[in-house]
């Protein structure tokens, strides 16, 4: 996997600075040391699953904290890709990335702004 993704995202043309930022990223931080010593051809989604359930608990090297269900699914979807990119190649008959459910996040509660919490946020209390 760790010679695959390299290989792949030195093909990636034509796409926004921020987008193969963001690409690198991913594999540098989290694809390359958790999947890279897997071969491409025998990645399954049980190493996914593993694999992520691991992402959500680990802190990363910035902020340690978990990373977040949006992280995580960013991350998949820079697999996705390099994964599609294989099949297309060849060197793969299926993508396992699609096939994960992902952890999901908490969706934030509503917050009603009373009188106090409007004299608090602006310190007037």
């Known amino acids: 996997m760790g010679g695959w993704l390299r ?18 990223e991913h594999i540098l931080l989290h694809l390359e040391p958790g999947l890279g010593l897997i071969p491409l051809a025998e990645l399954d989604t049980h190493d996914l699953v593993v694999f992520y359930r691991a992402l959500a608990k680990r802190a990363t090297a910035r902020d340690r904290a978990p990373l977040s269900a949006a992280t995580i699914e960013r991350v998949n979807a820079t697999l996705r890709a390099a994964l599609n990119a294989a099949r297309r190649q060849g060197l793969i008959t299926r993508n396992p990335a699609t096939e994960i459910a992902l952890p999901r996040g908490r969706r934030p509660g509503a917050v009603v702004w009373t009188d106090d919490l409007i004299a608090h946020g602006l310190g007037t209390v």
């Open 7 to 24: 290989e792949w995202i030195e093909t990636r043309h034509g796409l926004a600075p921020s987008t193969l930022k963001s690409y690198r």
